[in-house]
């Protein structure tokens, strides 16, 4: 028997925002894009849109990674999955913000 301590997924489906982006160092590199993704609600008997998503996506792994820049594009539909990675960064106020970025891979 097996005993799970812990479990950090997600799978997404969603559109593209922008064309993904090559970011970090040489030695640290990543692409990054946005993803949208619309939850519905049904009301009176019809479908009806209520609200758009926006997920930060990252990607790491380098065959992964080189694959995402080179073919995906904005308004793909793509489905990511990965783990949701919080953290938090400093603005120029010294104010800080809370992340929310989902690793795929």
Not at 28 to 56: C, Y
Request: hydrophobic content about 35%; some cysteine.
């Amino acid at each position: 028997m097996h005993c799970i301590l812990g479990l950090n997924q997600v799978t997404l489906l969603g559109r593209v925002g922008a064309d993904p982006q090559l970011k970090g160092t040489d030695k640290h590199p990543v692409v990054t894009f946005s993803l949208a993704t619309n939850s519905n609600i049904k009301m009176e008997g019809d479908w009806i849109r209520q609200k758009t998503d926006w997920h930060r996506i990252s990607v790491f792994k380098p065959f992964l990674r080189d694959s995402v820049h080179a073919n995906i594009k904005k308004g793909s539909r793509v489905l990511i999955s990965g783990k949701i990675l919080y953290g938090g960064i400093v603005d120029a106020n010294g104010q800080t913000h809370q992340t929310t970025t989902i690793v795929a891979g």
